[in-house]
């Protein structure tokens, strides 16, 4: 995979089919579960770009239920205590977004770190599926974003912050963080005693330090970017480029790979490049891939300019709508070999409809397509048999199941 690489697909299939330990810094601000329906106005650049951010158990695929109950336990207890807690829309939301945790886990590479962008909505839960996924020990910081705004509230105060939790995927292995690349000035305080009386003296520290966990938009110059009049695209949940300066320079070395998978109207790829550092975008609407090209043109301090503008060399964006192919992924074992381990496995019975067949009646089945951004691994291979494979096809195993359901075949 290249750098400056926009790729226009659901980002699960994608983030499966890249390989492991390759990103230095992923950062994520996905839907929020707020229950609302978001989209860009009409005559906006971002025209065209909407989404739903309300959630229910339609959203996910009954495999991914399966799937975390057996390889990740702990991950399911907080996902169903959630459920409980918050309703099914919660829990919908927390299976949806653990798949693609459990992806981005694999693909950070050792010193890497992750921030997941949440508001108060559900950061209570994500922090929980954090925990389980990244490990308690891994959490870094709850970040607080903080800004002001008109707000028409009676019953409880304004909520103005958002929220950014900062995990590392290992703590020991002396993961990236450079504290001193985003270093701002403060005015400190200085006191001393004079005939009996103590005084203070405010002094500017041009050393600066390294700032707190809270970030507003006077301290900080990160206002929102409905009053950025020179970023806005019109994209609804638009994140302004000083945030991500700030998250990029501290937790990625120069030259290194940042992956955004919700990347929206590309705001992360456009302060990766500002800053030298190499980016991959994902996001399921084509919308995404325009904007990064506009925005590189007109916002990016990134060629020499020509006539007034700046010329970029050809093939500067790749656009994908592909899935990549992992290189050296686990083993492939010979076909009769994968079958006769299979058999054993499955005790002689379908993957699908639960029944005990010969083993001549199998087939070979990839559990999460090939055209789904599935592995041809071992791990992704079922037994199925003839009736089941052909209901199935190259569809997922929801596919299979609600077939198996209206035939009355029950598992």
Known sequence: MKNRTIFTRDNLEVLRGMDGETADLVYLDPPFNSKRDYAAPVGSKAAG?????????????????????????????????AGAAGGRGDKAYLIYMSMRLLELRRILRAGGSIYYHCDPTMSHGVKLVMDAVFGRANFRNEIVWGYT????????????HDCLLFYVKDRGSGYYFDGEAVRREY????????????????????????????????????????????ERVGYPTQKPISL????????????????????????????????GRQWIGIDISPKAA????????????????????????????????DIPRRRGAAKRSPPRQIKQFLFGKQEGQCGGCL??????????????PTAKGGQDIDENKQLLCGHCNILKSDRDMAHLKARLRELKITR
């Not at 001393?192 to 002094?203: H, L, N, R, V």
Request: glycine share 10%.
């Open 149 to 160: 705004g008109p707000s028409n509230t009676k019953r409880y105060f304004p909520r103005k």
């Open 244 to 275: 991500l300066q700030r998250i990029i320079a501290a937790s990625s070395p120069r030259g290194g790979m940042v992956l955004d998978p919700f990347c929206g109207c590309a705001t992360t790829c456009i302060a990766a490049e500002k800053l």
């Open 355 to 368: 029944q005990t067949f010969e083993y001549r009646h199998f087939h070979i089945d990839h559990i999460v």
């Open 187 to 230: 005015v400190k305080l200085e006191t001393g005693e004079t005939g009996g009386i103590f005084k203070s003296a405010a002094t500017l520290d041009a050393g600066g330090k390294i700032p707190e966990d809270w970030w507003t938009e006077k301290r900080d110059g990160m206002s929102p970017v409905g009053r950025l009049k020179r």
């Open 290 to 321: 325009e904007l990064v090209k506009e925005r590189l043109l007109n916002e990016a301090d990134i060629a020499p300019a020509r006539g007034g503008g700046m010329l970029l060399p050809k093939g500067y964006v790749i656009h994908r709508d």
């Open 49 to 81: 770009a909407a989404f739903k951010d309300t959630w229910s158990l339609n959203d996910t695929k009954e495999e991914w239920h399966g799937l975390i109950a057996e390889e990740h336990p702990r991950l399911y207890k907080v996902i169903e205590g």
